[in-house]
């Protein structure tokens, strides 16, 4: 059945085998934007106005970006960078300055109460108090655009945990201060410190709904047990996040694919905002003085991630780096990851069809969310990457099964322009040694190297000779220095851990042997004799076995 067309022009491989990008279309961004809430929205917006510049894409986007930040926080520098980028493309904007004037009085009203507040806990020495103290802080930080101080008062919080729980929430802060101020290396350090949690520990080995199902109706185990459970999947989160931005798609594919179902409801965006009018600054200050506001759970992750996003990031790093085998237990069986898959359909279809070997089909069902994850914050500087390991791994799938191919087939299959360049990609994966192959440049035809099973089965009769060898010259060795009485004394030899020596000779040992018993005298030293010669047999048997294993060692290495 003759091959169907590479349809979707947007992915082609040029005459040097570098993955080009072509974008024909945009993406449907409300549809799209609809999915995030808070900073997270107005980053990917931001993004997508810059990856389309000057074009009304990029215009709506940065009006909407002004309308978000307006909602859901009071950074008024930001607010004004994005008019004059709006004014900058030629789209006039007002500049609201009683909103501004009046957000930045409230905020500065509102850290003066929390500074002081946070000074009398100090001088309480209120361990409760005082990471209450810079917990607010930090998210009145957050919510002014300054992620850093955020991130800062967030680290302070753990020293002032009392139990697991405060502990796990500070934990869970800083992580997400790392994700959104880019510092990764944070996460591994406070992945690992969760990790150690003796909860934790336990729900690792004892698996999902231990204590729950001991504990039914709640209470404090129950509670603490579900707890771990969420805290676990965000973990996977954040820590899948943190390894692709490594560029570790392996393992952030593997973190992607863990996470449970039961995260979709807080990743997903909520209705409720954090409004800055001048109507709901008390609010905002009483959701602070309670240690709630940015810092609610159910919001700020929300503002990180959505569910498309674990689908999107955990399929796209599986298909670049899973095998077979973990591509269905981990993505096509998994009742876990079913969930995410089945909100981004064309990512649930661009798997199924790679695992079926329809790669004609699965190519383009990716190359249909290029638009979008070309302007995607995570995704963006690892896309070319990871969409030039999955083509090649689908070539390498491709190829498998036949002895010879025509590569005019292959290039309608994989969408190139000629066969030139179908033949400069199978020639990189050919010298990369992942295609075990040669191409017939004159007939455009590859053939897959032929096992030769007569030279296999040689091969593997000269091996089995050469260890028999090996083995009779290891035994003849062994036999040689028993004969000679050759042993390594245990502790001998310096600083090298024992040495060769030779025994005396039998003559000097007897005459040895008369001495000990000329001054052994009568029955006592007869016994004394006796306890001698036991003692020397018992050396003797030892240093046998020394031999034995000083020569299987020797015999091994010749």
């Known amino acids: 059945m003759p091959a169907k067309s590479h349809k979707n022009p947007h992915l082609y491989q040029n005459s040097s085998s570098k993955t080009i990008f072509s974008y024909h279309s945009t993406p449907p961004l409300q549809a799209y934007i609809s999915n995030y809430h808070g900073e997270v929205k107005i980053d990917r917006l931001i993004a997508i106005a810059d990856v389309y510049g000057r074009s009304p894409l990029a215009i709506t986007a940065l009006t909407s970006a002004v309308a978000e930040l307006r909602a859901t926080t009071q950074d008024t520098s930001r607010y004004l960078s994005l008019i004059d980028r709006l004014s900058q493309l030629g789209q006039s904007h007002p500049i609201d300055r009683e909103w501004i004037d009046s957000t930045d009085q409230a905020a500065s009203s509102l850290f003066a109460t929390i500074d002081s507040d946070l000074n009398q806990a100090k001088s309480s020495m209120d361990k409760t108090a005082i990471r209450a103290g810079y917990k607010a802080l930090a998210d009145h930080c957050f919510i002014r655009g300054d992620f850093q101080g955020a991130f800062k008062n967030y680290l302070r919080t753990r020293d002032y945990g009392s139990d697991t729980s405060d502990t796990s929430q500070s934990c869970l802060a800083v992580l997400r201060g790392s994700i959104i101020t880019k510092s990764y290396a944070h996460i591994g350090n406070y992945v690992g410190r969760v990790d150690q949690f003796p909860d934790m520990r336990m729900l690792k080995n004892g698996g999902r709904g231990m204590d729950i199902e001991q504990k039914p109706g709640g209470g404090a185990g129950g509670a603490l047990s579900r707890m771990m459970y969420a805290l676990n999947d965000k973990i996977a989160a954040t820590a899948g996040l943190a390894q692709l931005a490594h560029g570790r798609?392996?393992?952030?594919?593997?973190?992607?694919?863990?996470?449970?179902?039961?995260?979709?409801?807080?990743?997903?965006?909520?209705?409720?905002?954090?409004?800055?009018?001048?109507?709901?600054?008390?609010?905002?200050?009483?959701?602070?003085?309670?240690?709630?506001?940015?810092?609610?759970?159910?919001?700020?992750?929300?503002?990180?991630?959505?569910?498309?996003?674990?689908?999107?990031?955990?399929?796209?790093?599986a298909l670049a780096s899973f095998d077979r085998g973990e591509l269905r237990t981990r993505i096509l069986e998994?009742?876990?990851?079913?969930?995410?898959?089945d909100t981004v359909p064309q990512i649930k279809e661009?798997?199924?069809?790679?695992?079926?070997?329809?790669?004609?089909?699965?190519?383009?069902?990716?190359?249909?969310?290029?638009?979008?994850?070309?302007?995607?914050?995570?995704?963006?500087?690892h896309l070319a990457t990871l969409y030039q390991d999955i083509r090649w791994k689908a070539m390498r799938d491709y190829t498998a099964p036949f002895s010879s191919l025509d590569l005019n087939t292959?290039?309608?299959?994989?969408?190139?322009?000629?066969?030139?360049?179908?033949?400069?990609?199978?020639?990189?994966?050919?010298?990369?040694?992942?295609?075990?192959a040669r191409i017939d440049s004159h007939a455009k035809v590859l053939y897959a190297f032929k096992k030769d099973a007569r030279s296999e089965m040689y091969g593997a009769a000269v091996e089995a000779a050469e260890g028999h060898v090996r083995d009779g010259k290891a035994l003849l060795l062994r036999v040689s220095m028993v004969k000679n009485d050759l042993v390594q004394r245990r502790g001998g030899g310096g600083g090298g851990g024992g040495g060769m020596m030779a025994l005396p000779d039998r003559g000097e040992r007897e005459m040895r042997g008369g001495r000990h018993r000329e001054r052994g005298g009568g029955g006592g030293g007869g016994g004394g004799g006796r306890e001698r010669g036991e003692r020397d047999r018992e050396r003797g048997g030892e240093e046998m076995e020394i031999i034995g294993d000083v020569v299987m060692e020797m015999g091994g290495r010749m």
């Open 249 to 317: 798609f392996l393992a952030a594919g593997r973190y992607f694919t863990s996470i449970s179902p039961d995260l979709i409801d807080e990743l997903s965006p909520h209705d409720t905002t954090t409004t800055t009018n001048n109507n709901n600054n008390a609010n905002t200050e009483q959701e602070a003085e309670d240690g709630q506001g940015q810092g609610e759970e159910g919001r700020t992750w929300s503002r990180l991630l959505a569910p498309r996003d674990v689908a999107v990031y955990g399929v796209i790093c």
């Open 334 to 341: 998994s009742p876990i990851f079913a969930p995410y898959l």
């Open 410 to 436: 292959m290039a309608v299959e994989f969408g190139c322009r000629d066969v030139g360049g179908i033949e400069k990609e199978l020639a990189v994966l050919i010298s990369g040694g992942k295609i075990q």
């Open 350 to 381: 661009a798997v199924h069809n790679f695992y079926n070997h329809k790669f004609t089909a699965s190519l383009g069902a990716l190359d249909a969310l290029l638009p979008l994850l070309r302007a995607d914050i995570h995704l963006q500087q």
